[in-house]
Each structure stands twice: as C-alpha cells, then as structure tokens.
C-alpha cells in the first residue's frame, strides 16, 4: 500500500498524510496520477530472473501496456549484495533526485523493495512511498523527482514508449533538496549500510 504526503511546494515542514488506498486514488486523481495495488506473486523467487518476472505478471503488464500504448517492459533490479561503488550509487541516486519531466507517462510496478516518487505540480509536492505491490503511474510532461535512497533496494517492471519518451529533461529546480528523503518517509530504513548494484544496464529517472 502506498503511503503519500502532501505538502506546500513552499513549506516542506508541514504535510496531509493519506494511508487508505480510496482517499490515496482521489487525491493523486488531482494530479492525474494512478495508483494501483496488484497482488503480487508469492509463488516468484525473490532471485528471479526478467523472463520468469514479467511472465508471472503477464495480465497486468498486457493492460496497462494496451492502456498506454507502450511498446516494451523491462525489469530494473537495485539491491544490496552486490557491487556498485558507493560513489557510483550516489550519482544514480542524484541523477534521480534532480527535478525532471518526461515526454512520456513513467509507469512502473514494484515487486520488492521500496522508492519514494514525489511529484511537484499545483503549487504542491506529493511524495509517495511505493512499496511491493504497488503500481504508479505518472503523466507525462509532470515534474516529479524519485529517491532510492541510499541503500537502493528496489526491484520494478517498467514500461516505455520509444526512446525519446523516457529521457529525462530536467527542470533545474533544486526543490529536491528541501523535501524528505526516503530514509525520511520510511524510518525502518536509517541506519541500514548496505553495498549496492544494478542487475540492469540501462537506468533511466
Ligand atoms: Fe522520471
């Protein structure tokens, strides 16, 4: 289930939380962000690979695929265990952090881990923690930003147009570094040390 705050884009002190998924909808509904939660397949290995992840999700993936008119899902997996140098996680964690739009809808589908999508639109800056078995979608053209923090524990199913529509133009609005972090919206994540690696050779924000 996701959790969302909703701030003033000029106060990142004082937040509306919203934890029930009917209230969470209507809200981001505002903002022509979709949430979903899908049941999430148990029966998967946490160590599975692309092919065996995207075939157990084969039903969600074909709708929303039809529903966007994308064209390719692929699955991006950030985790702790493996090796990326930590300066390396820092530069992908600011690359995701740095204000950006797209010219395409960023839809993902959690399947483990965690990440906080924060949107910045009507004055205001929505921050939702998705968690697994959580579906975003944000339009395109939204200014948004996303922490993985800095142990980046994240597995996802995304879903792309064509390559134009994923790159990420960015604001240069520095509005990032004001709000919570995602260490600060989930508070069992402060203390973790972890090493960090992609298991996917293309990241995009
Ligand atoms: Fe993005």
């Known amino acids: 289930m996701p959790q969302v705050k909703i701030y003033s884009e000029d106060n990142p002190n004082e937040f509306e939380e919203l934890t029930e998924l009917t209230a ?13 939660q899908w ?3 148990s029966k998967l290995n946490p160590q599975a690979e692309q092919e065996e992840i995207l075939e157990a999700y084969e039903a969600d993936c074909r709708r929303i695929m039809q529903a966007h008119g994308f064209a390719a899902v692929d699955v991006i997996s950030m985790h702790s265990g493996t090796q990326l140098a930590p300066d390396e996680v820092k530069k992908i964690r600011q690359k995701f952090l740095d204000e950006h739009r797209h010219a395409d809808d960023e839809v993902r589908f959690f399947i483990d881990g965690q990440g906080l999508f924060c949107i ?11 968690t697994a078995g959580d579906f975003i979608s944000v339009p395109a053209q939204t200014r948004h930003w996303f922490d993985m923090g800095e142990q980046a524990n994240f597995k996802c199913i995304r879903f792309f147009g064509d390559e134009e529509g994923w790159v990420a133009n960015y604001t240069g609005d520095k509005i990032s570094d004001r709000f919570p972090k995602l260490e600060d919206a989930d508070l069992s994540l402060r203390g973790v040390q972890s090493t960090t690696s992609q298991s996917h050779s293309e990241l995009t924000v």
């Not at 969470?24 to 979903?36: M, S, T, W, Y």
């Not at 910045?120 to 998705?130: D, S």
Request: aromatic content about 8%.
């Open 24 to 36: 969470i909808q209507a809200a981001l509904f505002k903002f022509n962000i979709k949430v979903e």
């Open 120 to 130: 910045h639109e009507a004055g205001k800056v929505v921050q939702i923690l998705c």
């Open 39 to 41: 049941q999430t397949q």
